[in-house]
């Protein structure tokens, strides 16, 4: 396994190796079963580590020797490199996953033995709409706003002037920045799309679908991925998630109201299924000249859970088991306030909060000594609160199912190989949500993610 890092040469990519994937509790069932020295010669024996960027031509790739040995050994391409935040730089977003997708693409035909590439991109670059989702391709230049004419090397010319003319004018790296993020925020809405991430990720997928030739692909579109089902081991998850931030801030006691209709599914998969579905679609497709085939990785079709029943399942955990404050007492949750419109939470903000924070305002103008860092500090945390609510509103509110017929195919294909026995499930019909959430996913978050 040839292992792309972004790095500056060859020992950093070996460090970031070691440091962020074999030393983390991810791989301690391998490192008890074969020991630390076995695992780390299995590491050396299998896995080569690439300093490289997606964003450059040939992948950033600068020992030329070792480019021809990769061009000529590997048969399957996995592309997962990514930025994932919602309102990414515009010229990142585009950089990475837009015009880094196409170069992943560019280096996989170069592969003489190439068989396959597998480009994971998410379930959500189907927009804000409503019904139910196929697993269709994009044509190039689609666009979800109907009125609109998208051309993605205009959106590349766009970001380049919008920037110079940034540069030029002497701004500061934060303000660049903030515009930047601004620009892609506001491309994503003209041609439909909620965020710049799902926007770019959109793009590239047009680009490879376009450009593929005929370099077997398969695009994996993923839903909101949770922590691991079973393997290697149940609850591991790195980092916060878009339902685990809903759920820490409301075993912290934070969060008092909330944006949500609790009859709205959550597509949520475990991490694991992710990751069984990608080899089983590799496995499957590997070497079948000239196809293009999206697979949905997700529950909302065949086994769907709702905000609702994750809230009460929050409750029910944290009333049971709460986390435990700074001082050492435990934090008492409430159910709280569910608010199933924006309309209504605007107004409950206003009326719980803003009104408040005027009077607290005024308080400060007549005496400017006695409340000003907590008016500062209020109004500070209500524009954050806004913030991600404006961010996270079109999952929050989403009414759209995903199917997964292509997926569900598959699944029955591999139900009749005897050899698998069981292996890379990836059903979720197998998933007890209640059972799930409370005795592996919230557990799961406390210990990798809260080190509680």
């Known amino acids: 396994m040839y292992l792309l890092l972004r790095a500056a040469d060859t020992k950093a990519a070996m460090q970031r190796l070691r440091s962020e994937v074999v030393e983390i509790n991810l791989f301690k069932v391998l490192r008890n079963d074969l020991g630390e020295e076995n695992l780390n010669d299995l590491v050396r024996e299998k896995i080569v580590p690439v300093p490289g960027d997606i964003s450059i031509h040939n992948l950033g790739v600068k020992d030329s020797d070792l480019l021809q040995r990769m061009w000529s050994e590997i048969d399957i391409i996995i592309n997962i490199a990514a930025t994932t935040n919602f309102d990414e730089r515009y010229d990142i977003g585009l950089g990475i996953n837009t015009f880094g997708a196409l170069n992943v693409l560019n280096f996989a035909k170069k592969c003489v033995k190439g068989q396959l590439l597998l480009h994971v991109s998410t379930a959500y670059v189907c927009g804000e709409n409503s019904g139910l989702f196929l697993e269709k391709p994009f044509t190039m230049g689609q666009t979800l706003s109907g009125d609109t004419k998208l051309d993605i090397n205009v959106e590349f010319e766009l970001m380049k002037q919008k920037l110079k003319e940034l540069q030029h004018q002497d701004f500061s790296e934060q303000e660049i920045s903030q515009s930047m993020k601004d620009l ?9 799309w909620p965020n710049t991430y799902v926007f770019t990720k959109a793009m590239g997928e047009m680009l490879v679908g376009k450009y593929r030739e005929n370099l077997p692909l398969v695009i994996v579109r993923p839903t909101m991925i949770t922590s691991t089902l079973a393997e290697p081991f149940p609850g591991w998850i790195e980092g916060l998630r878009t339902i685990d931030s809903v759920i820490v801030a409301y075993g912290k006691g934070r969060l008092k109201c909330f ?5 709205t599914v959550f597509d949520l998969i475990p991490a694991d299924m992710v990751v069984n579905a990608m080899i089983a679609t590799a496995t499957a497709h590997s070497g079948e000249t000239g196809i293009q085939t999206i697979y949905h990785v997700g529950s909302s079709f065949q086994n769907p859970v709702t905000f609702g029943q994750l809230h009460e399942t929050a409750a029910r955990y944290f009333t049971k088991k709460p986390l435990v404050a700074r001082n050492g007492s435990p934090i008492i949750v409430t159910k709280g306030t569910l608010l199933s419109t924006m309309g209504q939470f605007s107004l409950y903000i206003t009326l719980r909060y803003k009104l408040p924070l005027l009077i607290l ?17 209020d109004s500070r945390k209500i524009k954050l609160a806004m913030r991600l609510v404006d961010l996270y509103q079109p999952y929050l509110l989403f ?8 997926t569900e195919r598959l699944r029955r294909r591999r139900q009749s190989i005897k050899e698998l026995d069981g292996s890379f499930e990836f059903d979720p019909k197998s998933i007890n949500w209640d059972d799930y959430m409370e005795n592996t996913h919230i557990p799961g978050l406390i210990t990798h993610v809260l080190k509680q």
């Not at 944006?259 to 009859?263: C, E, F, Q, V």
């Open 399 to 406: 009414k759209g199912i995903f199917d997964d017929l292509n």
């Open 184 to 192: 892609g925020m506001a491309r994503a809405k003209v041609h439909g």
């Open 259 to 263: 944006l949500a209709d609790p009859n």
């Open 361 to 377: 305002r005024l308080m400060n103008i007549i005496y400017p000594w006695s409340q000003g860092d907590k008016y500062n500090d």
